[in-house]
């Protein structure tokens, strides 16, 4: 079982830059692919962007431009480097675990991002 702890997160002014960290248990992270979420209240889960096990990444339109994903597998770490954040941004950050050839997906507990004056 992979177990995924997100940090980072906090509150910055709009325009401001907050890098989210991600990191993995388990022998076999370099496998999955890798992705953050978000989501705020009453609305659904949003995608925000994903990288495959070999670093081939995926955005949002939201936030393409400004949110850059990476992994680094040796350490079994994920992160998501936000830039020119905007208060629309505001939400509870997920980090996700998925391989779907073995139907594995897993989730953290989440981290609060606020963008805010």
């Known amino acids: 079982q992979v177990q995924l702890v997100e940090s980072g997160g906090g509150m910055v002014q709009p325009g401001g830059s907050l890098r989210l960290s991600c990191a993995a248990s388990g022998n076999f992270f370099s496998l999955y692919t890798m992705a953050w979420y978000r989501q705020t209240p009453g609305n659904q889960r949003e995608l925000v962007a994903t990288i495959t096990s070999i670093g081939e990444p995926t955005y949002a339109d939201s936030v393409k431009g400004r949110f850059t994903i990476s992994r680094d597998n040796p350490e079994s770490k994920l992160y998501l480097q936000m830039s020119s954040l905007k208060s629309e941004d505001t939400a509870v950050y997920y980090c996700?675990?998925?391989?779907?050839?073995?139907?594995?997906?897993?989730w953290g507990q989440g981290t609060q991002v606020t963008v805010a004056s």
């Open positions: 996700n675990a998925n391989l779907r050839q073995t139907r594995d997906d897993y």
